[in-house]
Protein backbone atom coordinates (compact mmCIF):
# COMPACT_ATOMS: atom_id res chain seq x y z
CA UNK A 1 0.00 0.00 0.00
CA UNK A 2 1.24 3.73 -0.59
CA UNK A 3 1.86 6.16 2.33
CA UNK A 4 0.32 9.51 2.24
CA UNK A 5 4.11 10.62 0.97
CA UNK A 6 4.35 8.52 -2.19
CA UNK A 7 0.19 9.54 -3.19
CA UNK A 8 1.70 12.93 -3.02
CA UNK A 9 4.82 12.36 -4.77
CA UNK A 10 3.07 10.50 -7.48
CA UNK A 11 0.26 13.31 -7.50
CA UNK A 12 3.28 16.25 -7.94
CA UNK A 13 5.31 14.28 -10.42
CA UNK A 14 2.13 13.90 -12.79
CA UNK A 15 1.38 18.08 -12.25
CA UNK A 16 4.50 18.56 -13.35
CA UNK A 17 4.32 16.61 -16.74
CA UNK A 18 0.88 18.31 -17.10
CA UNK A 19 2.51 21.64 -16.12
CA UNK A 20 4.78 21.40 -18.87
CA UNK A 21 2.39 20.46 -21.30
CA UNK A 22 0.38 23.39 -19.84
CA UNK A 23 3.26 25.60 -20.66
CA UNK A 24 4.04 24.52 -23.81
CA UNK A 25 0.89 24.66 -25.29
CA UNK A 26 0.39 28.16 -23.97
CA UNK A 27 3.38 29.59 -24.62
CA UNK A 28 4.27 31.19 -21.62
CA UNK A 29 8.14 29.45 -21.53
CA UNK A 30 8.99 31.16 -18.27
CA UNK A 31 6.29 28.90 -16.66
CA UNK A 32 8.64 26.29 -17.61
CA UNK A 33 11.16 27.58 -14.79
CA UNK A 34 8.89 25.64 -11.80
CA UNK A 35 9.24 22.30 -14.14
CA UNK A 36 12.99 22.25 -14.52
CA UNK A 37 15.50 22.38 -12.73
CA UNK A 38 18.28 24.96 -13.90
CA UNK A 39 20.67 22.52 -15.11
CA UNK A 40 18.71 19.63 -16.38
CA UNK A 41 19.60 18.28 -19.87
CA UNK A 42 16.62 18.01 -22.31
CA UNK A 43 17.22 15.92 -25.44
CA UNK A 44 14.19 16.28 -28.35
CA UNK A 45 16.26 14.86 -30.93
CA UNK A 46 14.32 11.78 -31.57
CA UNK A 47 11.19 14.61 -33.00
CA UNK A 48 14.25 16.64 -35.07
CA UNK A 49 14.80 18.58 -32.21
CA UNK A 50 18.20 19.76 -30.36
CA UNK A 51 19.55 18.84 -26.83
CA UNK A 52 21.19 20.57 -24.22
CA UNK A 53 20.74 22.16 -21.06
CA UNK A 54 17.23 24.01 -19.79
CA UNK A 55 18.20 27.67 -20.32
CA UNK A 56 19.41 26.59 -24.29
CA UNK A 57 16.40 24.63 -24.90
CA UNK A 58 14.11 27.22 -23.38
CA UNK A 59 15.62 29.56 -25.73
CA UNK A 60 15.40 27.42 -28.85
CA UNK A 61 11.41 26.45 -27.97
CA UNK A 62 10.74 30.40 -27.68
CA UNK A 63 12.38 30.55 -30.85
CA UNK A 64 11.51 27.54 -32.77
CA UNK A 65 7.31 27.19 -31.40
CA UNK A 66 5.92 30.31 -32.46
CA UNK A 67 6.48 29.26 -36.35
CA UNK A 68 4.03 26.22 -35.98
CA UNK A 69 0.45 28.28 -36.03
CA UNK A 70 -1.15 25.43 -33.46
CA UNK A 71 0.16 22.71 -31.51
CA UNK A 72 -1.19 20.60 -28.71
CA UNK A 73 0.31 18.35 -26.16
CA UNK A 74 -1.98 15.62 -25.00
CA UNK A 75 -0.02 13.72 -22.51
CA UNK A 76 -1.24 10.50 -20.02
CA UNK A 77 -0.17 6.83 -18.78
CA UNK A 78 2.45 8.51 -16.53
CA UNK A 79 3.84 5.67 -14.89
CA UNK A 80 6.27 7.05 -12.18
CA UNK A 81 8.83 4.89 -10.23
CA UNK A 82 10.26 6.97 -6.56
CA UNK A 83 13.25 5.59 -5.69
CA UNK A 84 13.74 8.05 -2.48
CA UNK A 85 14.32 11.59 -3.42
CA UNK A 86 14.64 10.67 -7.08
CA UNK A 87 11.92 9.31 -9.42
CA UNK A 88 11.81 8.02 -13.33
CA UNK A 89 8.74 8.27 -15.06
CA UNK A 90 7.65 7.64 -18.78
CA UNK A 91 4.56 9.47 -20.31
CA UNK A 92 2.73 9.04 -23.41
CA UNK A 93 1.92 12.36 -25.43
CA UNK A 94 -0.27 12.44 -28.12
CA UNK A 95 0.98 15.99 -29.88
CA UNK A 96 -1.14 17.59 -32.94
CA UNK A 97 0.67 20.23 -34.85
CA UNK A 98 -0.34 22.61 -37.69
CA UNK A 99 2.49 23.24 -40.09
CA UNK A 100 2.80 26.42 -42.13
CA UNK A 101 3.66 24.55 -45.62
CA UNK A 102 6.52 26.44 -47.93
CA UNK A 103 3.89 26.75 -50.82
CA UNK A 104 1.55 28.10 -48.87
CA UNK A 105 -1.43 27.19 -46.81
CA UNK A 106 -0.93 24.41 -43.43
CA UNK A 107 -1.26 21.14 -42.45
CA UNK A 108 -1.36 19.11 -39.73
CA UNK A 109 0.96 16.90 -38.59
CA UNK A 110 -0.14 13.53 -35.45
CA UNK A 111 3.26 12.68 -33.98
CA UNK A 112 3.01 10.10 -30.86
CA UNK A 113 5.73 10.15 -29.01
CA UNK A 114 6.71 9.00 -25.18
CA UNK A 115 8.60 11.36 -22.64
CA UNK A 116 11.06 9.49 -20.52
CA UNK A 117 12.27 11.97 -17.35
CA UNK A 118 14.10 12.17 -14.28
CA UNK A 119 12.93 13.95 -11.15
CA UNK A 120 14.65 15.76 -8.33
CA UNK A 121 13.05 16.10 -4.88
CA UNK A 122 14.36 19.82 -3.78
CA UNK A 123 13.20 22.35 -1.32
CA UNK A 124 10.91 23.94 -3.66
CA UNK A 125 9.14 20.73 -4.23
CA UNK A 126 9.96 18.07 -7.64
CA UNK A 127 11.45 19.23 -10.76
CA UNK A 128 12.60 17.77 -13.55
CA UNK A 129 16.51 16.91 -13.74
CA UNK A 130 15.98 15.06 -17.61
CA UNK A 131 13.50 14.81 -20.27
CA UNK A 132 14.24 12.74 -23.33
CA UNK A 133 11.95 12.25 -25.86
CA UNK A 134 11.60 8.53 -27.96
CA UNK A 135 9.56 8.64 -31.31
CA UNK A 136 6.47 6.70 -31.21
CA UNK A 137 5.09 7.45 -34.93
CA UNK A 138 3.53 10.17 -37.47
CA UNK A 139 0.96 10.95 -39.22
CA UNK A 140 0.78 13.27 -42.19
CA UNK A 141 4.26 14.35 -41.65
CA UNK A 142 5.03 17.36 -44.26
CA UNK A 143 8.07 15.91 -46.71
CA UNK A 144 10.03 18.73 -45.29
CA UNK A 145 9.76 17.92 -41.65
CA UNK A 146 9.51 13.92 -42.13
CA UNK A 147 13.61 13.51 -42.93
CA UNK A 148 13.81 15.69 -39.16
CA UNK A 149 11.14 13.86 -37.42
CA UNK A 150 11.73 10.03 -38.08
Not at 11 to 39: C, G, K, N, W
Not at 53 to 60: L, T
Not at 71 to 90: E, T
Request: hydrophobic share 45%; net charge negative.
Amino acid sequence: MLSLQDLSDHHQIRQLVVDYATAIDSREFDALDAVFMPDAYIDYRAMGGIDGRYPQIKEWLRAVLPTFPNYQHMVGNISARLDGNQARARTMCFNPMEVALLEGGTQVMFLGLWYVDRFVRTPSGWRMAERVEQRSWGHNVPAALAKATG
